[in-house]
């Protein structure tokens, strides 16, 4: 236990956003909600919290994150309750719950925490955000490619597209994928003595998830494999052929990775990662495909299912490699005050000026001070314009307004120049 006057500290791999980093936070925000408005998708608010079973049943038991990284307790009701580790099976729960995925289609988006307990290290934390984007009731392959087509138009926006580079694999269908499985395992079982005590257990378990391995030494024998494609059906290989056509079409450039099988059990046909060379190995940036047998494993009739979820960390330590992110100046202008006429009045024009400029950011020195220290308070600020009110300017009807950020005279004007001019400049 801390000592009584020691502070006490975040817990291990949980950030604080702070202040001065919330303005870059924001404009990517702000770029990835403008472009999901573009395509027309709609939030969607989720519970950070669900019930454990739900992770159970459709992330699977024998995945990393159900096996060793999920912070599951029980509440006072003894009820067991896990802190949501991604927003898919939320989401999808969410929309069986309310009946929206009997005969329509939706296209959502959300956006928040998600914990699980890994080991903290750059880009990998235990409470992460995710911006999630999900589509149901859509067969594809078009709609696959809407999303990747989006996801592409947020890398533009965000100035990134020339660092991350698009993978993408067919998983095929959980028929194909079983055929699949059992020459995967008779291969591996060649080989036995190759392979690592994870992957020994995953033979058992899921091993497609072997192909996934991170560990070098399997490098050689994961690309000798056999290849999932040759247990693929026509159906399968037209789905994806037709999206390839479609991003080929579009100029949009791909790498084929067949050893790309995602750590989650659910994912079937289309999946894809974006992914950079910039951050060491927490290289993905998002993730996604589709998923349509979820639907049926979590009670709901059979469907159709696609998304990717986004690592905002992972997006901001990228743009922070960027050399001018054109993010929003916290302050506009700076008002200073000297003086108890001064005070007053420069209270009232501020609310006025707000009142007139729409968006405009002023910020009103409090807690008076000399000239000197709140004119230094002023540049500090990072304003583009300091307006100047002392008791003088109070009985003469004036402002002073001083550019900080070029070297320009102060001058004295009425407030409604003042507001002309802060309107056309700001
Ligand atoms: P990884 O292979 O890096 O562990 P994952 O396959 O577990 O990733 P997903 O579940 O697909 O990741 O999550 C989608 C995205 O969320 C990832 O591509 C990444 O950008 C981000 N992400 C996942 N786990 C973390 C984490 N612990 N800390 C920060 N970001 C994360
Ligand atoms: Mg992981």
Same mark, same amino acid.
């Given at each position: 236990?801390?000592?009584?006057?020691?502070?006490?500290?975040?817990?291990?791999?949980? @950030?604080? $956003? !702070?202040?001065?980093?919330?303005?870059?936070?924001?404009?990517?925000?702000?770029?990835?909600?403008?472009?999901?408005?573009?395509?027309?998708?709609?939030?969607?608010?989720?519970?950070?919290?669900?019930?454990?079973? +739900?992770?159970?049943?459709?992330?699977?038991?024998?995945?990393?994150?159900?096996?060793?990284?999920?912070?599951?307790?029980?509440?006072?009701?003894?009820?067991?309750?896990?802190?949501?580790?991604?927003?898919?099976?939320?989401?999808?729960?969410?929309?069986?719950?309310?009946?929206?995925?009997? @005969?329509?289609?939706?296209?959502?988006?959300?956006?928040?925490?998600?914990?699980?307990?890994?080991?903290?290290?750059?880009?990998?934390?235990?409470?992460?955000?995710?911006?999630?984007?999900?589509?149901?009731?859509?067969?594809?392959?078009?709609?696959?490619?809407?999303?990747?087509?989006?996801?592409?138009?947020?890398?533009?926006?965000?100035?990134?597209?020339?660092?991350?580079?698009?993978?993408?694999?067919?998983?095929?269908?959980?028929?194909?994928? +079983?055929?699949?499985?059992?020459? +995967?395992?008779?291969?591996?079982?060649? @080989?036995?003595? !190759? !392979?690592?005590?994870?992957?020994?257990?995953?033979?058992?378990?899921?091993?497609?998830?072997?192909?996934?391995?991170?560990?070098?030494?399997?490098?050689?024998?994961?690309?000798?494999?056999?290849?999932?494609?040759?247990?693929?059906?026509?159906?399968?290989?037209? @789905?994806?052929?037709?999206?390839?056509?479609?991003?080929?079409?579009?100029?949009?450039?791909?790498? +084929?990775?067949?050893?790309?099988?995602?750590?989650?059990?659910?994912?079937?046909?289309?999946?894809?990662?974006?992914?950079?060379?910039?951050?060491?190995?927490?290289?993905?940036?998002?993730?996604?495909?589709?998923?349509?047998?979820?639907?049926?494993?979590?009670?709901?009739?059979?469907?159709?299912?696609?998304?990717?979820?986004?690592?905002?960390?992972?997006?901001?330590?990228?743009?922070?490699?960027?050399?001018?992110?054109?993010?929003?100046?916290?302050?506009?202008?700076?008002?200073?005050?000297?003086?108890?006429?001064?005070?007053?009045?420069?209270?009232?024009?501020?609310?006025?000026?707000?009142?007139?400029?729409?968006?405009?950011?002023?910020?009103?020195?409090?807690?008076?001070?000399?000239?000197?220290?709140?004119?230094?308070?002023?540049?500090?600020?990072?304003?583009?314009?300091?307006?100047?009110?002392?008791?003088?300017?109070?009985?003469?009807?004036? $402002?002073?307004?001083?550019?900080?950020?070029?070297?320009?005279?102060?001058?004295?004007?009425?407030?409604?120049?003042?507001?002309?001019? !802060?309107?056309?400049?700001?």
């Amino acid at each position: 236990m801390a000592k009584k006057n020691q502070s006490v500290q975040a817990i291990r791999g949980m @950030h604080d $956003v !702070l202040p001065e980093q919330s303005p870059l936070w924001q404009y990517a925000e702000k770029i990835i909600k403008d472009v999901l408005a573009s395509y027309s998708y709609l939030e969607i608010r989720l519970p950070i919290v669900e019930k454990t079973e +739900l992770f159970k049943r459709s992330i699977g038991e024998v995945t990393d994150i159900v096996e060793k990284e999920m912070y599951t307790f029980d509440d006072r009701n003894n009820d067991s309750l896990t802190l949501r580790p991604e927003g898919t099976a939320g989401c999808l729960r969410a929309c069986l719950e309310h009946g929206l995925l009997h @005969h329509q289609v939706h296209r959502l988006w959300y956006y928040g925490p998600m914990f699980r307990h890994e080991r903290p290290q750059k880009g990998r934390y235990r409470q992460f955000y995710q911006f999630g984007v999900e589509t149901y009731g859509l067969a594809g392959p078009d709609i696959d490619a809407e999303l990747i087509l989006l996801s592409d138009r947020m890398w533009k926006k965000l100035g990134i597209r020339d660092k991350v580079r698009l993978e993408l694999n067919t998983l095929g269908t959980t028929e194909e994928r +079983l055929v699949y499985r059992e020459k +995967l395992v008779e291969y591996f079982k060649q @080989h036995i003595e !190759l !392979l690592d005590e994870d992957s020994l257990r995953r033979l058992e378990t899921n091993p497609l998830r072997i192909l996934d391995s991170k560990n070098r030494d399997l490098k050689q024998l994961i690309q000798n494999a056999p290849e999932l494609l040759d247990c693929m059906g026509e159906d399968s290989r037209n @789905h994806f052929s037709t999206l390839t056509q479609t991003l080929d079409d579009l100029g949009i450039e791909y790498e +084929l990775n067949t050893r790309l099988v995602r750590g989650l059990d659910y994912y079937g046909k289309t999946v894809f990662e974006w992914v950079t060379d910039d951050l060491g190995s927490q290289g993905t940036i998002c993730a996604g495909g589709r998923y349509d047998g979820l639907v049926e494993q979590l009670g709901g009739k059979e469907n159709h299912a696609i998304g990717f979820a986004m690592g905002m960390e992972r997006l901001l330590l990228l743009l922070e490699q960027l050399d001018d992110v054109p993010v929003e100046r916290s302050v506009d202008v700076y008002m200073i005050r000297v003086g108890a006429d001064a005070e007053k009045e420069g209270i009232r024009f501020a609310e006025q000026i707000r009142n007139e400029i729409e968006g405009i950011k002023l910020q009103v020195n409090c807690g008076s001070g000399s000239f000197k220290s709140q004119f230094k308070k002023a540049d500090k600020s990072g304003a583009q314009y300091a307006l100047i009110i002392g008791d003088d300017e109070v009985s003469r009807n004036e $402002v002073s307004l001083k550019p900080l950020r070029v070297d320009q005279e102060q001058k004295n004007m009425t407030q409604n120049d003042i507001i002309q001019f !802060l309107t056309e400049s700001i």
